[in-house]
């Protein structure tokens, strides 16, 4: 047999990934589930840690009043008026507070699931 030849009973078979839609479904389900428990989060910080969330309202006032800032300097003014009656203060600190806590549940529950895959794939 020759260098060229080759032997395909000995090669291994290509690993194919999870299709689109198996991997669609699983990011909206990820999503759901997040949705789900920031708000579960969210109101047990309303009604029990309201005190949690004013300390941390106030640690983003400082964020807060630099968007503005960056607003204020770089948008024309038929944006900016529109934008700044739109976004008040508290809801400006509110909104950060809840992309951010969004943001760690999703990063905790997709870290959570591919530790799971990979415990159950190596089995």
Do not use: H
Request: proline fraction near 4%; glycine fraction near 4%.
């Amino acid at each position: 047999m020759s260098q060229y030849e080759r032997y395909d009973d000995e090669a291994p078979a290509p690993r194919r990934g999870p299709s689109f839609v198996t991997l669609f479904i699983g990011k909206v389900l990820l999503l759901a589930l997040t949705i789900v428990i920031v708000w579960l989060l969210y109101g047990y910080l309303f009604a029990f840690q309201l005190d949690f969330l004013g300390w941390a309202y106030t640690k983003l006032q400082p964020l807060t009043i630099q968007l503005y800032a960056l607003v204020d300097n770089y948008f024309p003014d038929t944006v900016r008026y529109k934008f700044r009656a739109a976004i008040t203060d508290d809801l400006g600190q509110r909104a950060l507070f809840l992309l951010l806590l969004t943001a760690a549940v999703e990063l905790t529950l997709y870290c959570f699931f591919r530790l799971l895959k990979s415990i159950f794939v190596r089995r």
